[in-house]
């Protein structure tokens, strides 16, 4: 059993930034993806990134890639996501999640391959 707590949600204006963390309880971390997602009020859970863990690599959606960045500490067990020049769209619970690995980084985006799940941290970009 893995249990997730994310932390570091707020309310920060636009062009603000915020770091989440996501602590893991799980001793050890082989073969595992961590990831991060978002639901905005009215609307379904968004994928933003994911991280495989014990090399590191990283997949960020697109459209967020140059604002957010995903990056992990060993040591803590720890995922944060950087979130940089926010905007009042990123609005939304964020929830991070852990899970096997996929072949596919496409595959890794589903929330269906992800099975646990954090309580969610509410970030809040007022314009």
């Known amino acids: 059993q893995v249990q997730l707590v994310e932390s570091g949600g707020g309310l920060v204006q636009a062009g603000g930034s915020l770091r989440l963390s996501c602590a893991a309880s799980?001793?050890?971390?082989?073969?595992?993806?961590m990831g991060w997602f978002r639901q905005a009020p009215g609307k379904g859970r968004e994928f933003v990134g994911a991280?495989?863990?014990?090399?590191?690599?990283?997949y960020h959606v697109a459209s967020l890639k140059d604002r957010f960045t995903i990056s992990r500490d060993n040591a803590k067990n720890t995922m944060y996501l950087q979130m940089n020049n926010l905007k009042p769209e990123d609005t939304a619970v964020y929830y991070c999640?852990?899970?096997?690995?996929?072949?596919?980084?496409?595959?890794?985006?589903?929330?269906?391959?992800?099975?646990?799940w954090g309580q969610g941290t509410q970030v809040t970009v007022s314009s």
């Open positions: 799980a001793r050890t971390f082989v073969n595992v993806a």
């Open positions: 991280i495989r863990w014990s090399v590191g690599d990283t």
């Open positions: 999640a852990a899970g096997p690995l996929t072949v596919r980084w496409s595959d890794q985006t589903s929330d269906q391959t992800f099975y646990y």
